[in-house]
């Protein structure tokens, strides 16, 4: 039993204990009947042949699905950037008294959240052509939609950040003379981005799921990439277990990363005091 | 009042219904040091804060350097930064160091250099006392030292008077007395002061003036040695009788 468990439920008596075993029991016999029984269907139907699942061992093939891979990373990564930057001037702007600032980023907020990824996508896909009489590749397709819905939330985590801090840094920065914009930038953000950092991460994840709709407007990411091996191939079911396999795998390393991080940042002060205060010493010898 | 640094003229504030500040009249010279007391909820801290505008007032006019408190923008800076204030929390950023939350003022609102700032930020926790804490962070002093830290920090502004808001409060009582020794060594030195605290022994040995204040007004005020021997109010006595027994 993990930490977290313990800390809400009541340390179990031999009853509790006995009913957990039966219930565990009879729960595994249902699964591992229900895992053979598909694992049978799937083999009376071809599906677990070596031929279906050797293209996976190919040069070829890995370095199509690794092409596919980047280009997720490679989305993710950018709209990650850009969502930060936006996220950051929209929480900001929704924090300032002028309503002629506020009200513009309140509306952008709310379309950003409000609307599907997969909408923007085609939205963009359609009318940017329309419009400026060129395509928009895409890369930017893909990386303009997430970042509008990336960055909506990213103005709220930021917003809420900067709401959570003590109201005495704020004061304590005007009583020295900060401008508004001043204690802001160099007071308050600085502190809600180290407890945003966490949450930040998590957003990634969601990028990278996210980024895999990229496929709906010929974006060559990992999904997409998939499809297409599995048509040559003739072996769609395996190349999606396998590309959900890799989505998985960066994704929980990902939230390990993320889970890190806060708890990290909980020990930090504690453990500051500890390094530091050796620090010092070492110096002044 | 042409020596008065700093004058509040018939000044009145509410919270709502609350009249949390009734027809306030106060002048602080240069070189003075003024202890504000009075029981909890008097409006003692709301006074202060209306000094440099952390709280804004509903009428009446508050004078600093015979000018009228500006109302924003860079005016209302630039008098912060030369009332400085301490407050009950001390409020030092707590993602920079401690040399970092003296200099970061000079720096940002004087634009000093960074070196030049720096030098001064580290004469300055020397003189409060704490010149070996520098690189570390406020979490990891002690309250006694991050108050320090924050007198530190409003001396880098190098202000006309510091405001300070129960500067010893928060403190551990083993802590407090450093810090008051840190205050005792500025009013020597011939800073404008004014003080709210509960520390009457700190108030007559380095006050000129007590105001005491309850309900939002300034029901008293003298030179400590009278307010403590002979108060001439029923509220400032039965005050004193609470806080001296
Ligand atoms: N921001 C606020 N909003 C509403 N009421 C307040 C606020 N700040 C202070 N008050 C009220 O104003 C009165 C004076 O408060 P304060 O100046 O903090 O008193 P003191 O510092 O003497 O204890 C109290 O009744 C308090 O509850
Ligand atoms: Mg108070």
């Known amino acids: 039993m993990t930490g977290a468990d313990s800390h ?44 279906k699942w050797s293209p996976f061992l190919k040069y070829d093939l890995i370095k199509f699905l690794l092409h596919g891979l980047a280009y997720t990373a490679g989305a993710a990564v950018v709209s990650l950037g850009l969502a930060l930057v936006l996220g950051i001037a929209l929480g900001v702007g ?62 709220e985590i930021v917003r809420a950040g900067v709401l959570t801090l003590p109201k005495g840094q704020r004061e304590a920065a005007f ?69 959900g396999v890799v989505y998985i795998l960066v994704n929980s390393v990902l939230s390990e990363a993320s889970t890190y ?25 | 009042m042409p020596d008065s640094l ?8 509410w919270f709502g219904g609350l009249h949390a500040l009734r027809d306030i009249n106060l002048s602080v010279k240069a070189g003075e040091v003024v202890v504000v007391a009075g029981p909890s909820g008097s409006g003692k801290s709301t006074m202060c804060r209306t000094i440099n505008r952390l709280e804004t007032i509903d009428n009446g006019t508050i004078f600093v350097n015979g000018e009228p408190l500006p109302a924003e923008g860079r005016e209302l800076a630039k008098l912060r930064s030369e009332v400085a204030m301490v407050f009950q929390q001390f409020n030092l950023f707590s993602h920079l160091n401690i040399l970092d939350n003296v200099a970061l003022g000079p720096m940002k609102v004087r634009r000093q250099p960074k070196a030049e700032a720096h030098q001064q930020a580290r004469d300055l926790l020397v003189r409060v006392g704490i010149g070996d804490q520098a690189e570390k962070y406020p979490a990891q002093l002690s309250g006694g030292q991050q108050q320090r830290a924050a007198i530190a920090r409003a001396l880098a502004m190098r202000p006309k008077a510091i405001l300070f808001d129960e500067p010893t409060s928060a403190l551990d009582p083993e802590m407090v007395n450093e810090v008051l020794e840190v205050m005792t060594q500025l009013a020597r030195d011939g800073m404008t002061m004014l003080v709210v605290t509960h520390e009457m022994g700190f108030a007559r040995r380095v006050a000129h003036r007590v105001v005491f204040m309850d309900t939002g007004q300034i029901v008293e005020e003298a030179p400590p040695e009278a307010f403590f021997t002979n108060p001439q109010t029923e509220r400032a006595r039965d005050f004193l009788g609470k806080i001296l027994k």
């Open chain 1, 261 to 285: 991080l806060g708890e990290r940042q909980k020990r930090t002060l504690s453990q500051k005091v500890v390094t530091a205060g050796d620090a010092v010493t070492i110096e002044s010898r």
């Open chain 1, 8 to 51: 809400l439920f009541d340390a179990p008596g031999p009853r509790a204990v006995r009913r957990t075993i039966i219930g565990s029991g009879v729960a595994a016999v249902f699964a591992v009947a229900l895992i053979v029984y598909v694992l049978m269907e799937l083999s009376a139907k071809g599906q677990l042949s070596a031929a």
């Open chain 2, 6 to 13: 700093i004058v509040l003229d018939k000044v009145n504030k």
């Open chain 1, 175 to 243: 009583a020295i003379g900060l401008t508004g914009t001043q204690t802001m930038r160099l007071v308050l953000l600085p502190q809600a981005l180290r407890i945003m950092l966490p949450s930040l991460i998590s957003q990634l994840v969601v990028l990278i799921k996210d980024s895999a709709l990229g496929f709906i407007v010929g974006y060559q990411e990992l999904t997409a990439q998939a499809q297409s091996a599995a048509l040559l191939f003739n072996n769609p079911l395996q190349t999606y277990v396998v590309v």
């Open chain 1, 94 to 155: 929704r924090l300032t008294r002028t309503a002629i600032i506020r009200m513009p980023c309140v509306a952008i907020v709310e379309l950003g959240r409000g609307l599907p990824v997969l909408l923007s996508m085609l939205f963009l896909f359609l009318a940017f052509p329309l419009a400026f009489h060129i395509d928009l590749p895409a890369f930017w397709t893909v990386v303009l939609a997430l970042v509008l819905y990336n960055g909506a939330v990213i103005a």
